[in-house]
């Protein structure tokens, strides 16, 4: 089976960095792409940053020029740098892998997979 699994969330104040990592375990052998979710309570999940197998990456504009995502291929893991955290992106942050493909007794299954999410919190 595949998991994805979290680390790196916490407590933070204003203007610090955090760094997330997200490793998708099980025999795989591609996936598409891997992105960031966030989401607070009472309101709709929404992607923070995305890459795709070419290493093309997308952020949301709210993010952008503070957030840094990167994949290592080989290890099915990716990272998302936060700096310069600021209250509003307090939410759990939850790593998403898109058209994953791996083995299981011989044959090839494909889907999207979630993380568990992980809590990030920008307090002083």
């Known amino acids: 089976q595949v998991q994805l699994v979290e680390s790196g969330g916490g407590l933070v104040q204003p203007g610090g960095s955090l760094r997330l990592s997200c490793a998708a375990s099980?025999?795989?052998?591609?996936?598409?792409?891997m992105g960031w979710y966030r989401q607070v309570a009472g309101n709709q999940r929404e992607l923070v940053a995305i890459v795709s197998s070419g290493d093309d990456a997308q952020y949301a504009d709210s993010v952008k020029g503070r957030f840094t995502t990167a994949r290592d291929k080989a290890a099915n893991t990716v990272y998302l740098q936060m700096n310069n955290l600021k209250p509003e992106d307090t939410a759990v942050y939850s790593c998403?892998?898109?058209?994953?493909?791996?083995?299981?007794?011989?044959?090839?299954?494909?889907?999207?997979?979630w993380g568990q999410g992980t809590q990030v919190t920008v307090s002083s």
């Open positions: 998403h892998a898109s058209q994953l493909i791996y083995v299981r007794r011989g044959q090839r299954f494909k889907g999207d997979y």
């Open positions: 099980g025999d795989i052998i591609s996936i598409v792409a």
